[in-house]
C-alpha cells in the first residue's frame, strides 16, 4: 500500500497510526497494491470542494473522490483515490462525540477509505449497516475507542 498525507491545514500531531489503521482497513478488505492520498484541509476549503462537487454548500467532515470504480480495468497498482479530511471538523466531533481525536481520525480515514473502495453507506439502510460495521470492527481490532 502507498499512500500519501497532505496536510494543507497544518495538523501537526503524530499521526503515524494511521498506518495501521489505513492498513488493517486494505488488509480486511483484500487490497493488495493500492495507492491513494489523504489531504488534511481547512473548512472553507472543505466548504467550496462539498459545494463544486456535491451540491451542498456547506462544511463536512470528509470526502472522497475514487479513481476507479471499475474494477474490470486491471493495472498493476489500484490508483483509488483521494480523501480529504476537514480538520476542524475532525476536532468538533471528536468533542461533540467524546472521542479522542486520534479515534475520529481514524474514523474518517476509514469511512473515507471504504467509499474510495464501493462502499456507500446513502444508499440503503443496509449499505449503510454493513459500512458502519466495517468501521466499528476495524477500529475495535486495533483498539481504538473513544
Known amino acids: 500500500m502507498n499512500f500519501e498525507i497532505n496536510d494543507e491545514f497544518g495538523y501537526e500531531k503524530d499521526?503515524?497510526?494511521?498506518?495501521?489503521?489505513?492498513?488493517?482497513?486494505?488488509?480486511l478488505e483484500n487490497v493488495k497494491d493500492a495507492?491513494?492520498?489523504?489531504?488534511?484541509?481547512?473548512?472553507p476549503t472543505i466548504q467550496k470542494i462539498n459545494k463544486?462537487?456535491?451540491g451542498l454548500d456547506k462544511v463536512t467532515d470528509v470526502i472522497s473522490f475514487a479513481f476507479q470504480d471499475n474494477e474490470k480495468v486491471v493495472l498493476p497498482v489500484?490508483?483509488?483515490?483521494?480523501i480529504?479530511?476537514?480538520?476542524p471538523k475532525m476536532i468538533e466531533q471528536a468533542k461533540?462525540?467524546?472521542?479522542s481525536e486520534k479515534r475520529e481520525l481514524s474514523f474518517l480515514a476509514v469511512h473515507g477509505l471504504l467509499h474510495l473502495l464501493g462502499y456507500d453507506h446513502t444508499?440503503?439502510?443496509?449499505?449503510?449497516?454493513v459500512m458502519f460495521q466495517k468501521?466499528?470492527?476495524?477500529?475495535?481490532?486495533?483498539?481504538?475507542?473513544?
Open 96 to 99: 461533540e462525540y467524546g472521542h
Open 52 to 54: 463544486d462537487y456535491r
Open 84 to 87: 480529504y479530511i476537514c480538520i
Open 15 to 27: 499521526i503515524t497510526y494511521l498506518d495501521d489503521v489505513l492498513n488493517k482497513t486494505l488488509e
Open 135 to 146: 468501521q466499528d470492527d476495524i477500529l475495535n481490532s486495533l483498539q481504538i475507542t473513544k
Open 123 to 129: 444508499l440503503s439502510a443496509e449499505d449503510e449497516k
Open 35 to 43: 495507492i491513494f492520498s489523504i489531504i488534511f484541509v481547512d473548512e
Open 78 to 82: 489500484r490508483l483509488l483515490g483521494e
